[in-house]
């Protein structure tokens, strides 16, 4: 190729951040980075916001290089055949490469009420809007979190430390992902902290009301205050723009992350399903899947073959509140091991995480191409689910 190329970049999340300082390796390379907003959210801390302990945003001069631009604005469309997106305020931006990093939101909620009367936190607007409701909230009003993950978890804990009366209300199993070791200490720290926990059968709720929720064992529940945590999904920008997704909407990719119709189009982060088997949506994934697509973006630059994904995990940490925490090792397929750590070590673990992540994209920034974690060896069961797709796919081809 002869001149510069320029990718974009959309989504200024984990992912897009990461992809974008990257791609910067090269001179002639020029990034343009699209996100709907004017400073970096740490997601991971959004229940820190609601509970009052964090702002839960970084400025972009912090953890973005110097030289890539950034444009405050929502992608409205893609048109890959001649390669620009359409911007809400009326604006196009043309790429040779486009990098796919929309991210997750909150799910479309589909029980009565809850779009109504409880309030999301998947969003930095979402917990901006929160906090002034429960500031407002005596200690007495009753808290309900709804969804027993990581952000249920941590928002049920948080609230409670920060003196409410929560009730966290699991649908099913308290954190699906933990072993039954951590699943037990995690429900002691909660009990500690006075959150009352539903689970089992029965517990999925079936409706919201403005003071209450309703639960499929016929129970009714007062609930002031209902956070909704149950499910997240992602935006339909791919979908829209004629781009092949999986049934969530997450773009579709082989597994160097490329578009399954477009190789100038690839996509990172949770917005992406590489062979339809996407990974657990997490900034662990994120950060390196943001890497390896910028690396795909590089590798075709340079007239090379990219190389295929090759995720490894470490396990979930959860905050229970600012003293306490749990960090759940896993194999590197992502499933959970016995061992954990716990308590204020625990807590002291995620809060290195935490500060962690900021700092990898902070690291990359200055000296783009020195985060490897992506090349850490961990892809081997991802390829044995593969290659038994593959072994598969002759015997279900023909039938009706």
């Known amino acids: 190729m002869t001149g510069k190329s320029n990718v974009v970049v959309i989504g200024g999340g984990y992912a897009g951040v990461m992809a974008a300082n990257r791609l910067t390796q090269r001179d002639d390379v020029t990034v343009t980075l699209i996100n709907p907003r004017s400073t970096f959210v740490e997601r991971i801390r959004l229940h820190q916001l609601v509970g009052g302990s964090d702002d839960a945003v970084a400025e972009y001069g912090d953890v973005l290089r110097a030289g890539i631009e950034l444009v405050v604005d929502t992608v409205s469309g893609i048109d890959a055949a001649e390669r620009g997106v359409t911007l809400a305020s009326g604006g196009t931006v043309g790429y040779d490469y486009l990098i796919y990093a929309v991210g997750s939101g909150s799910a479309d909620p589909r029980v009565p009420g809850a779009a109504e009367f409880a309030y999301p936190i998947a969003s930095l607007e979402e917990a901006q809007r929160l906090r002034p409701v429960l500031d407002a909230a005596p200690a007495t009003a009753a808290v309900t979190v709804v969804g027993a993950g990581p952000t249920g978890i941590e928002t049920a804990a948080e609230l409670a430390e920060a003196g409410h009366t929560v009730t966290l209300v699991c649908g099913g199993v308290l954190g699906p992902y933990l072993h039954p070791r951590g699943r037990r200490s995690v429900a002691r720290r909660l009990a500690k902290l006075g959150v009352t926990v539903l689970d089992g059968p029965g517990t999925k709720v079936t409706r919201v009301a403005r003071d209450a929720i309703e639960l499929g064992d016929g129970r009714t529940l007062p609930s002031a205050v209902t956070v909704w945590t149950a499910g997240f999904g992602v935006p339909d920008l791919a979908a829209r723009s004629g781009l092949s997704t999986d049934a969530l909407g997450r773009l579709l990719t082989d597994e160097t992350l490329t578009s399954v119709d477009d190789e100038r189009v690839v996509a990172a982060g949770d917005s992406a399903a590489p062979s339809d088997l996407p990974l657990r949506m997490s900034c662990q994934a994120a950060m390196p899947l943001g890497a390896r697509a910028a690396d795909t973006v590089l590798s075709r630059i340079a007239g090379e073959q990219p190389s295929p994904l090759n995720q490894a995990f470490a396990g979930q940490c959860i905050s229970l509140g600012r003293r306490a925490g749990i960090f759940q090792f896993a194999h590197r397929y992502d499933v959970a ?62 039938r009706p």
């Open 337 to 398: 091991l016995w061992f954990h750590i716990d308590g204020r070590s625990g807590a002291r673990l995620k809060e290195f995480v935490c500060k962690g992540i900021v700092k990898h994209l902070a690291d990359e920034a200055g000296k783009p191409g020195s985060y490897s974690l992506h090349r850490v060896s961990g892809g081997a069961k991802r390829q044995q689910l593969l290659r038994a797709r593959r072994d598969e796919a002759p015997a279900t081809a023909d």
